[in-house]
């Protein structure tokens, strides 16, 4: 267990719906990263947030939005879902936003959506 | 644009024989490489990484070799052991430390398995 959360586990909507996918970092963890997992694809970085606010961007579409709320959970938005759009979300966290060995990334077990 | 791959989706090894698990890359900013394992129905879980200043960490059974003029980066395993068996991903990034925030860019990942 890596002490992030991610709910719900499982989604299914159907094309043009909106969807929020909710993370809890590791307790002390201030920096969070939501990454997309596709068919036969590596994880994507899609955002990254700090203490609030947002530090780093990817390819992330403009029909996703994300935030990191006062108490550090952070919520991925996405909309006007696409077929395409169905994947793994996983949502990471760690102290600070950057990479070292001793700045690890903890990732939640993600959140599968199925877009019908 | 791949800039970080994993050109193998697969790797079958006997227990108590060395994995070798590979990865490319293409951005030559990147300077800090890492290697997470995978289990089915979890979050990818952080194993070993390198700065490019580096050409070899060690961190009990798994070894990590980082080529970079031929931007290549390879981990391995020896012995391997049953619970090896998971997926495997590269991860990359520019600017070790503060300035990419944590970005990371991932391979497609490689799926290994250990026959007892």
């Known amino acids: 267990d890596s002490g992030v959360t991610q709910t719900p586990k499982h989604l299914i909507t159907a094309t043009g719906q909106r969807v929020t996918l909710r993370c809890s970092p590791r307790?002390?963890?201030?920096?969070v990263y939501w990454y997309q997992q596709s068919l036969d694809q590596g994880l994507q970085f899609l955002i990254q947030?700090?203490?609030?606010?947002?530090?780093a961007k990817g390819n992330i579409l403009e029909r996703f939005s994300a935030q990191q709320f006062p108490d550090l959970h952070s919520e991925l938005n996405l909309s006007s879902l696409e077929l395409g759009d169905s994947a793994l979300y996983f949502c990471?966290?760690?102290?600070?936003?950057?990479?070292?060995?001793?700045?690890?990334?903890?990732f939640g077990p993600g959140t599968r959506l199925t877009v019908l | 644009d791949q800039q970080v791959k994993q050109n193998s989706p697969s790797l079958s090894v006997q227990e108590g024989r060395i994995s070798i698990l590979n990865c490319d890359y293409t951005?030559?900013?990147?300077?800090?490489f890492l290697w997470y394992k995978k289990y089915p129905a979890e979050g990818p879980t952080f194993l070993i990484s390198?700065?490019?200043?580096?050409d070899k960490n060690e961190d009990g059974r798994f070894t990590v070799f980082l080529n970079k003029s031929a931007k290549h980066l390879s981990l391995h395993i020896v012995p391997s052991q049953p619970g090896d068996s998971a997926v495997y991903f590269c991860?990359?990034?520019?600017?070790?430390?503060?300035?990419?925030?944590?970005?990371?860019?991932f391979g497609q990942g490689t799926i290994l398995t250990v026959h007892p």
């Open positions: 947030y700090y203490n609030g606010e947002e530090r």
């Open positions: 991860a990359a990034s520019e600017g070790a430390g503060g300035t990419s925030y944590g970005k990371l860019t």
């Open positions: 990471a966290s760690s102290v600070v936003p950057s990479v070292s060995s001793y700045n690890e990334q903890f």
């Open positions: 390198i700065s490019s200043i580096k």
């Open positions: 307790s002390g963890d201030l920096s």
């Open positions: 951005n030559s900013m990147f300077d800090y």
